[in-house]
């Protein structure tokens, strides 16, 4: 056979050659929508790649991007990696302490910046050590006043660049592409490096039939942010074969996201379940035709049944559960049905759908506890661990490395089941499994269950120190917009659903829950915050 190394230059190319009329359609302000072909968005990418060139930009250099998903990121996504740099995609929402380790860590020498988010990198910079050329992305054509140093227009450098630009031929596979780092809870964000080779049979997985089946006819908006782990390998897939692109910007709204996608036909869409409860409540206030959508595909963390099932049942769209990490690039699983659970009854199809499914072809999972690999029932616990050719290896320059990666396999963190169809069944966290008297209680389950009721939005079950039992479920709610319900009418709700032990001793009720960067429930912030009205025990 050939050796032909997999790098994404060949995505570039293919792009240019065959789907140069197509579309892409990028939101980079609330009143600018820019609509551009694949032909131009190449020759400005070959133009990036050579004004970075100039700056400096060699193999190995690490080019950081504080960006919303936009064109202009866009081109950066290819720009770097394909002239052998390495794109770090920075997390515009971390703390300013955690952006400044980050961007130091990485040692980021030229940063691309989207105006709006200007400030946030105006008040760190003092602190940013190998910085030495920032790039200011913005639609007007003077540059805003700004106290940074070595600052350039991006359209500016574009416009004396080459857009005959070649990309060198002889990168490897193997040669890091991009990095994110995770949004930590505890401690500093660990990094994560990806290569040439794990990105592009991760795109070509994404376009299996049995996967998100990303296809040219596609109009694909990944809502799902582009700085956070390569926006699900959307971007990336979607150019490999000619996909239209909707690009939502900054500062969306779930009136935006519908408008959107009844106005550009989007076919597939990607986002945490926050993004897609807003949308539904947005739905049902001002009805769009979303008809054209194929697929919702949801992750990060647990999707509520009922919002899965009004998906699927009222408006007649799959409502996909993904799994995967930072670590993973980072798709592992999905939830799409299998042949022979077509004539399931609903209740036991949706069941299936709200779990986080079957391992995509290409990765070896495995779940595992004290006594060794779980039998698939659906009901023993273990961690699961994964390996692949789109699972990293180690951290990057961090000596955590060795807590999570072991025998060639990445432990994940995530306690799950297997059930007798293969699907896994993320019951919850290592840190955030709740021991009740020697038995384990999934606050994932619980939190599942109270989100099926009528007047909830949001909950998130908590561990609380318990001085016979060890520890106790907390349930800590948010009530949808003008509902109303009380702690015993919803302890008595779950009690028709679970073994009296699993029902949580106290409902608290608030005005929300603090979340990750990427939307995930913050469950070590919302133990503080609980503090205060248990600080000790729940008796």
Request: negative net charge; aromatic residues 8%; proline residues 5%.
């Amino acid at each position: 056979m050939m050796q032909a190394p997999l790098v994404l230059t060949s995505f570039f190319k293919r792009a240019e050659s065959y789907f140069a009329r197509k579309s892409i359609i990028s939101r980079t302000s609330p009143h600018k929508i820019h609509r551009l072909t694949y032909g131009q968005w190449a020759k400005r990418t070959r133009r990036l790649a050579d004004a970075l060139t100039k700056l400096g930009m060699t193999r190995g250099t690490k080019v950081g991007s504080f960006a919303w998903n936009q064109h202009r990121h866009l081109e950066a996504y290819f720009a770097v990696p394909c002239s052998g740099a390495i794109l770090h995609m920075v997390n515009i929402r971390l703390s300013e302490e955690h952006l400044i380790y980050i961007i130091n860590h990485a040692e980021d020498e030229i940063l691309m910046v989207d105006v709006d988010l200007l400030p946030i990198i105006e008040n760190i910079a003092p602190k940013l050590e190998t910085v030495k050329h920032y790039i200011i992305m913005t639609d007007e054509p003077a540059l805003p006043k700004t106290t940074l140093q070595n600052v350039l227009s991006y359209e500016d450098i574009l416009a004396t660049a080459d857009e005959e630009f070649q990309f060198p031929e002889d990168i490897d596979e193997e040669a890091p592409a991009g990095m994110c780092y995770t949004s930590a809870t505890t401690g500093n964000p660990k990094g994560v490096v990806y290569s040439h080779r794990g990105l592009v049979l991760h795109s070509i997985m994404l376009s299996m039939s049995d996967s998100m089946g990303i296809a040219e006819r596609d109009v694909v908006m990944p809502i799902v942010p582009m700085f956070h782990a390569n926006a699900w390998g959307l971007p990336f897939a979607s150019v490999n074969v000619g996909a239209t692109q909707v690009l939502p910007g900054p500062q969306f709204t779930s009136a935006l996201i519908m408008d959107l996608i009844e106005q550009e036909k989007v076919t597939l869409t990607a986002g945490v379940p926050t993004i897609w409860i807003g949308a539904l409540q947005e739905q049902e206030k001002k009805e769009r035709d979303i008809s054209s959508l194929r697929a919702i595909c949801c992750g990060g963390s647990a999707s509520p049944t009922r919002l899965i099932r009004t998906f699927e049942e009222k408006y007649g769209i799959p409502y996909i559960v993904v799994y995967g990490m930072t670590e993973t690039t980072p798709i592992v699983a999905l939830s799409n049905y299998m042949s022979w659970m077509e004539d399931w009854p609903i209740e036991k199809r949706i069941e299936a759908r709200a779990m986080q499914g079957m391992t995509m072809a290409g990765i070896e999972s495995s779940i595992i506890n004290e006594a060794g690999e779980v039998p698939w029932d659906g009901e023993t616990m273990g961690e699961l661990r994964l390996k692949g050719p789109w699972i990293s290896n180690e951290y990057y320059r961090d000596e955590r490395t060795a807590d999570a990666y072991r025998d060639g396999w990445l432990y994940t963190g995530d306690i799950a089941v297997r059930t007798a169809d293969g699907f896994i069944k993320i019951t919850d966290r290592t840190k955030d499994l709740i021991k009740s008297g020697g038995e384990w209680i999934s606050s994932v389950d619980l939190e599942n269950a109270l989100m099926t009721h009528d007047a909830v939005l949001e909950a998130a079950v908590i561990a609380m120190p318990h001085a016979k039992w060890q520890e106790r479920p907390l349930a800590c709610v948010v009530l949808k917009e003008g509902q109303s319900v009380t702690e015993p009418e919803l302890l008595a709700f779950l009690e028709n659903q679970f073994a009296k032990w699993w029902v949580p001793d106290a409902v608290v009720f608030l005005e929300e829950i603090p979340k990750t960067s990427v939307g995930k429930f913050l469950k070590a912030k919302l133990r503080d915050n609980v503090a205060e009205i248990y600080p000790k025990s729940l008796v």
